[in-house]
């Protein structure tokens, strides 16, 4: 079974900041990719950060400079850092892991429970 459990969200006012942590559990398969999502009330989901296993990054426009995504291969552990935080960054945060079997064969993808983030202005 696969478990994603994030944690490090809460209330923090404009300018301060945060960092997320989710911890991947499971067996038989390897994650090719990390990546930190979220979602505002009314809006769809989108990303806002991802990682390859080699350490690429991919960030949104509207974090660029101020979050940044990080992982620990050995804990299967990725992290997100959120400095110079602002009200519209208020939603959930998920986190997502792509994984591969075999020789790189994609396999499922798996989420998070979500972690709320709250910026007051």
């Known amino acids: 079974q696969v478990q994603l459990v994030e944690s490090g969200g809460g209330l923090v006012q404009a300018g301060g900041s945060l960092r997320l942590a989710c911890a991947v559990s499971g067996s038989g398969f390897s994650i090719k990719v990390l990546g930190w999502y979220r979602q505002a009330p009314g809006k769809q989901r989108e990303l806002v950060a991802a990682i390859t296993s080699g350490g690429n990054t991919n960030y949104s426009d509207s974090v660029t400079g101020r979050f940044t995504i990080s992982r620990d291969n050995a804990k299967n552990t990725v992290y997100l850092q959120m400095n110079s935080l602002k009200p519209e960054d208020t939603a959930v945060y998920y986190c997502?892991?792509?994984?591969?079997?075999?020789?790189?064969?994609?396999?499922?993808?798996?989420w998070g429970q979500g972690t709320q983030v709250t910026v007051s202005s």
């Open positions: 997502k892991a792509d994984t591969v079997v075999g020789d790189g064969v994609p396999w499922y993808d798996y």
